[in-house]
Nanobody, 126 residues
Framework: VQLQASGGGLVQVGDSLRLSCAASGVTISRYGMGWFRQAPGKEREFVAAISWTGGGTYYADSVKGRFTISRDNAKNTVYLQMNSLKVEDTAVYYC????????????????????WGQGTQVTVSS
């Protein structure tokens, strides 16, 4: 099972980026999917998650209203649309897959996720 995150880069404050997480070796249609991020010297933190049906989406307060998680099961891919980027969004972003049903209470917990991608760097410059 591989999760390949891509789409990161260097942007300026207020810009947008769309991250993609392409899965291989597994069909993600039965997995809940999440995005986490880790800034230098900080712990990995939850960003967003989506249930396997796509009917449930969950966000960290820091990104709510700016980021949107979505999934295209036909393409075996999950996306994170990031708008109005801030300097504090700078981090390595990781996607992850969970066999367990995701809901508000557990989606923020890294241990729920069985598979992790390698990460993609997002740098927001002022």
């Amino acid at each position: 099972v591989q999760l390949q995150a891509s789409g990161g880069g260097l942007v300026q404050v207020g810009d947008s980026l769309r991250l993609s997480c392409a899965a291989s070796g597994v069909t993600i249609s039965r997995y809940g999917m999440g995005w986490f991020r880790q800034a230098p010297g900080k712990e990995r933190e939850f960003v967003a998650a989506i249930s396997w049906t796509g009917g449930g989406t969950y966000y960290a307060d820091s990104v709510k209203g700016r980021f949107t998680i979505s999934r295209d099961n036909a393409k075996n891919t999950v996306y994170l649309q990031m708008n109005s980027l801030k300097v504090e969004d700078t981090a390595v972003y990781y996607c992850a897959a969970a066999l367990s049903p995701l809901y508000y209470g557990n989606s923020r917990t890294t241990s729920v996720y069985e598979y992790w991608g390698q990460g993609t760097q997002v740098t927001v410059s002022s």
